[in-house]
Nanobody, 121 residues
């Protein structure tokens, strides 16, 4: 079993900052990509940013100047620092990880339960 747990969401005023954290645990052989997605009300889930085990990132380009992603391979964690938040950043933020378990031929994608981020005055 693999568990993905997010933390750090909440209510913040426009222009403020939040840091989201995600820990992947369980029976893990290797974590390939891990990162963040978000889903706003009435919209589909979209990529925010993901990072590979060697540090290569893939971004929603419009967010790169305000958000940053970091990964700690030793702790199986990934964080998302969000600055200059806007009301349109309001969404449920999901952590996702592409994980291979011991003795598996293929890796599988695992999701966390999501954490709510609300940007409002």
């Amino acid at each position: 079993q693999v568990q993905v747990v997010e933390s750090g969401g909440g209510l913040v005023q426009p222009g403020g900052s939040l840091k989201l954290s995600c820990t992947v645990s369980g029976n893990i052989f290797k974590i390939y990509t891990m990162g963040w997605y978000r889903q706003a009300p009435g919209k589909e889930r979209e990529l925010v940013a993901v990072v590979t085990s060697v540090g290569t990132t893939n971004w929603e380009d419009s967010l790169k100047d305000r958000f940053s992603i970091s990964r700690d391979n030793a702790k199986n964690t990934v964080s998302l620092q969000m600055n200059r938040l806007k009301p349109e950043d309001t969404a449920i933020y999901y952590c996702g990880a592409y994980v291979a378990q011991p003795h598996d031929d293929d890796a599988n994608h695992y999701w966390g339960q999501g954490t709510q981020v609300t940007v409002s005055s």
